[in-house]
């Protein structure tokens, strides 16, 4: 069996590390070490496991950043961390309105605030959703 850290190590040296794509030597789009987008693409665990981890990430970054989010209902957490995924964290903390209404624990408010925004034009369907599921704090039928 092969070493698998020594060969990440190695494929790492030649290959570089990098975070954004770039464009390599022969013009493919590549990422990380080697990743060629172009003709390879993202096998589906790779996008399973890299969903899960920024879902993580956001969970725990809201947890340190947003008082309220603690004592949110599952459903209201989900909310927000589908807008921060959407939006990134500095835009979401622009909605101040919103995050007041939710230290308020006024859900109504909340969802109005959601959707009286140009991130609620831009995404339509996703914002009408989601200033539902915060309103109610229950997941939607369909």
Not at 41 to 46: D, F, I
Not at 48 to 60: A, Q
Request: charge should be positive.
């Amino acid at each position: 069996m092969i070493d698998i850290e020594r060969m990440a190590d190695l494929l790492e040296l030649h290959e570089g590390n990098k975070r954004f794509p770039y464009k390599d030597t022969v013009g493919k789009w590549t990422i990380g070490i080697g990743f060629n987008l172009d003709d390879v693409g993202l096998y589906p665990e790779e996008i399973d496991f890299i969903l899960r981890n920024r879902i993580e990430k956001v969970d725990t970054k809201l947890r340190s950043v947003l008082p309220e989010y603690q004592g949110l209902g599952s459903v209201r957490q989900m909310v927000l961390v589908d807008m921060v995924f959407n939006l990134g964290l500095s835009r979401f903390l622009k909605f101040r309105k919103m995050v007041a209404a939710l230290a308020l624990r006024d859900y109504t408010l909340a969802s109005r605030e959601m959707l009286d925004s140009k991130w609620a034009r831009q995404v339509g369907g996703r914002a009408t959703r989601l200033s539902g599921m915060m309103r109610t704090g229950e997941w939607p039928d369909s």
